[in-house]
């Protein structure tokens, strides 16, 4: 069962995690790239990719991360988790940044590097 939290259509790569993200700590806002070198991410960047991870931890003040990374023009073109924290939420609302929830099977079935695109009109996840 997907939930839409913020509408959008996107078309992108996956850059999956297997980990949650605390995106105060971790992501740097000018670069988008993971700076923590404990995260299965570390070195990558989130810019224009279709960003999978379970959920967000830490401060709320990641929702500013969120917003500044799409200021910044570094920010995923959707993200898709399976439990949305109010962080994330509010960053992804605030930043207009598609953001959906997916199910157990769902998330095991999106996988790193694959093609994925959705419409939250259509309520579809499209992978190739």
Do not use: W
């Not at 967000?56 to 898709?80: E, F, H, Q, R």
């Amino acid at each position: 069962m997907k939930k839409i939290l913020v509408s959008g259509k996107i078309k992108g790569t996956v850059l999956k995690s297997e980990r949650p993200i605390n995106f105060l700590g971790t992501v740097d806002k000018k670069t988008g790239i993971i700076s923590d070198k404990n995260h299965d991410l570390y070195q990558k960047s989130i810019k224009d990719s279709v960003l999978v991870f379970p959920s967000g931890v830490g401060s709320s003040v990641g929702a500013y991360t969120i917003y500044s990374i799409k200021s910044n023009d570094t920010a995923p073109l959707a993200m898709i988790c399976q439990k949305a924290d109010l962080t994330v939420a509010t960053g992804c609302a605030l930043a207009n940044i598609p953001l959906i929830t997916v199910n157990d099977e769902e998330f095991s079935l999106i996988k790193d590097g694959m093609s994925l695109s959705f419409d939250t009109e259509s309520s579809q996840i499209h992978y190739q």
